[in-house]
């Protein structure tokens, strides 16, 4: 809560009918003559923070031809404060499965340990592992079931299905999926990321051409973006390999 003192002149009626401050918020005025009579007001500004942006985070997912990228910030922030420059938001389900949360960092946490574990069962059962589109119902059910009281999150999925097409896609915090064929953002540096992505991306690019157009959209996004940044964290997944990579950034 911040609180401001604003001094008005009395004649300056304009000024105060622009303000809209209630008469009652008047604490003080000066004994002079009416000419020169001068009000104080306290005003307390309450300044609104979303949860979603307290350790801040810049997510995106970029498919090629028969493969796909996921990307990361390493920053993890309490506001404005950097705790950490090499957190982990990208979380390895399988081979050809990866998932970014974004969001409230213990909450990340926790999904991806209700999630590993659901994985693991599903596993046991059926003596595979689980396709991405059917990876995305889960995430999506686990969180709608929370809906009351949500993780705040948002999941970037992203993975090779069938014939090795490259799956990916997003969903808010409480499970309300969105499917593209292109490229998903999350995180506080989401509107530049949307920008960097629609002027960088092309269809059907291979792997290393991917790794290069996603890792340039994502230190140039975190650049306009002062709740992420700290350098990068890249997977880029193909049917026969992955490859990880870190990407160093600006450090301020």
């Known amino acids: 809560m911040k609180t401001e003192e604003i001094s008005i002149p009395w004649a300056d009626t304009e000024l105060v009918s622009r303000t809209g401050l209630p008469k009652l918020l008047i604490s003080s005025y000066s004994n002079e003559s009416e000419e020169a009579r001068i009000f104080t007001f306290s005003i307390s500004v309450s300044v609104e923070m979303s949860i979603f942006e307290y350790n801040g985070s810049a997510l995106v997912a970029m498919v090629g031809k028969n493969c796909f990228a996921i ?28 998932i970014g949360l974004s969001g409230l960092a213990t909450d990340a946490q926790t999904l991806y340990q209700r999630l590993v574990f659901r994985h693991k069962l599903y596993q046991l059962r059926e003596e595979r592992d689980m396709k991405p589109e059917t990876f995305a119902s889960l995430v999506s059910a686990i969180l709608y079931e929370k809906r009351f009281g949500p993780y705040f999150c948002q999941p970037v999925i992203a993975g090779l299905g069938d014939e090795d097409k490259p ?86």
Do not use: N
């Open 167 to 252: 799956f990916i896609c997003t969903m808010d915090s409480i499970g309300a999926k969105e499917l593209a064929k292109d490229f998903v953002v999350a995180g506080t540096a989401s509107e530049s990321l949307y920008g960097a992505c629609e002027s960088m991306f092309k269809p059907d690019m291979d792997a290393e051409e991917l790794f290069e157009t996603i890792s340039q959209a994502l230190l140039s996004s975190v650049d306009r973006d002062c709740l992420s940044g700290w350098g990068g964290h890249v997977y880029v997944v193909t049917p026969t390999e992955v490859t990880e990579r870190i990407l160093k950034g600006r450090m301020d």
């Open 71 to 98: 990307a990361s910030d390493r920053r993890l922030g309490v506001q404005l404060q950097t705790i950490a420059t090499d957190f982990q938001k990208i979380y390895k389900i399988h081979d050809k499965l990866f």
